[in-house]
């Protein structure tokens, strides 16, 4: 049975995280915080700039704390005997449903941009997030407290089925967002210099949240984590209206980019609106062919990722029946990663960034998971810390290395690339890569009788790192040739 969080307690939790998200709608509370953080900023000697950027990227590191939580109660629930599913094949099928819903919500994202622009935007993606959260947390435990200890009904495995699709589309919605707005604050010197230091701030409090989970868990219920996280994404959404208000006041507000295009558009009768996502992102993808083949790129490495993950809770299942115990390795093994992600961030990718190239660190990535792949195939049946070993050195290159690569590709593009075109390729090629490759391992299970099994996973792993290679060599024709953040040229498309 999995232990739930008391309703009392919940109920303050939840009316705790309404009461400051109401608060965060008073103009005066956000102007008090700004004056605060401004003095404070004065006071140490940042400029408005640095001050703004470190609002938005706290406010990306409660929403990655957050993250933990969610991320930890939602695999619990899904593999839960109470609550989830025992087949194997059952996590590559709600992978690949995560796909059609980040879809919906980046659609209705682009419109909500194109209509209010990307601070109100932001707003209210993270409040509805929130809100998401919480709901699920009440709905999954009182079904779960009423069924009383008896095998899941299709009721309970319907609403944790959604949420794992829910919190699999809203990380990266948020997250790019965030990204977007210190993108366009920071150039690509100061970016080279500082994505790496604020990409580990966030695998610094995701490890932190991971490292509480199981004591959290004990008191709270694996719902009571859920509701925590909405709770830190309204934390998270105050001081990214916090680092808007900073840039609005001091006149570097990137939405200011978007109203006078917005204004361009109007005057000349052009209508943005009526195009869909699939419009935009192909007349972006034709203009900069560097977006094209980066979305190709995130395809692969997604899928790569999501057959490793799928080898790692196969293993994980087996070893750790019991669901706190498999909740809690889950949340030490994240920390793990983040704690490894932040050492490169903190220590290493801010002392050698500028000395390299932008091919060699595309290149790079793929050629140490090809190494990890092989490793893993020529044993008869890899162990636990093995295959854990492969995912976390995934996870550890893409929360690091290539999320800072990643982001200084985006800076020296128009304000359509970084905002509209970094959602596109962040929800949908992410989600994409891993809802496609859910789906062809979801049907090639049905071919075994118990699904795919580690073997057959880990030979599938060792040949996507090979076509990974190949889409990384030729996403390297279209980067900057120069070294990174030190006057490099963008070729010419």
């Known amino acids: 049975m999995l232990p739930e969080l008391p309703s009392g307690l919940m109920g303050v ?28 900023a004065k006071a140490i000697g940042l400029k408005p700039e640095a001050a703004s950027v470190l609002m938005m990227a706290l406010a990306m590191s409660l929403h990655f704390f957050g993250y933990e939580f969610a991320r930890s109660a939602t695999l619990t629930l899904f593999t839960s005997k109470s609550s989830g599913f025992n087949s194997n094949s ?55 407290k009423g069924n009383g200890g008896a095998p899941p ?28 707005f210190m993108g366009s604050v920071l150039n690509a010197s100061k970016g080279a210099t500082w994505f790496g230091p604020i990409a580990g701030a966030s695998s610094a409090s995701s490890a932190v ?30 001081f990214g209206e916090v680092a808007y208000e900073i840039s609005e006041k001091h006149g570097f507000n990137p939405a ?57 809770i ?60 092989g490793t893993q195939l020529i044993q008869n049946d890899p162990g636990l810390t093995l295959v854990a070993g492969a995912f976390m050195t995934m996870k550890t290159l893409e929360y690091s290395i290539r999320g800072v690569a990643n982001e200084l590709l985006y800076v020296p593009l128009d304000y359509e690339s970084r905002y509209v075109g970094k959602e596109v390729i962040g929800m949908l090629g992410y989600r994409l890569g891993k809802s496609g490759m859910s789906l062809l391992l979801s049907g090639a299970g049905y071919f075994f009788a118990e699904g795919l099994g580690v ?23 279209f980067l900057p040739e120069g070294r990174i953040g030190k006057g490099i040229k963008t070729r010419k498309h």
């Open 209 to 238: 949240a991971g490292y509480t989970i199981g004591p959290l868990v004990q008191r709270f219920g694996v719902c009571g984590l859920l509701v925590l996280a909405s709770i830190s994404l309204v934390a998270s959404l105050v």
């Open 13 to 40: 939790l939840a009316a705790r995280g309404g009461a400051l998200a109401v608060k965060v709608g008073n103009e005066s509370l956000l102007k008090t915080v700004r004056g605060g953080v401004t003095e404070s």
């Open 455 to 477: 073997n057959q996973l880990t030979a599938i792993s060792s040949s996507i790192s090979v076509v990974w290679l190949c889409s990384a060599v030729k996403l390297t024709k």
């Open 256 to 312: 200011d980019e978007h109203f006078k295009e917005k204004k361009a558009n109007e005057a000349s009768g052009k209508d943005k609106n009526v195009e869909n996502i699939f419009s935009k992102a192909n007349n972006l993808f034709a203009r900069v062919p560097a977006l094209k083949f980066l979305f190709l790129e995130t395809l692969i490495c997604q899928g790569l990722s999501t057959v490793l993950n799928v080898t790692f």
């Open 314 to 373: 196969a293993k994980l299942r087996r070893a750790y029946p019991i669901d706190k115990d498999r909740a809690a390795f889950m949340g030490m093994f994240y920390a793990l990663a983040n704690m490894a992600s932040g050492v490169f961030q903190f220590g290493v990718i801010p002392q050698i960034i500028h000395f390299l190239k932008p091919a060699w660190v595309w290149i790079f990535m793929p050629c140490v998971m090809m190494a990890m792949s």
């Open 90 to 144: 059952a996590l590559p099928l709600v992978l690949a449903c995560v796909c059609p819903a980040s879809l919906v919500l980046l659609n209705f994202y682009t419109g909500l941009l194109d209509a209010v622009g990307p601070r109100a935007a932001l707003r209210f993606t993270a409040a509805f997030c929130s809100a998401g959260l919480t709901a699920f947390a009440v709905v999954i435990s009182g079904l779960v």
């Open 153 to 180: 009904g299709k009721l309970i495995k319907f609403f944790v089925f959604s949420l794992f699709v829910f919190r699999e589309a809203y990380v990266q919605l948020l997250a790019t967002q965030h990204w977007s």
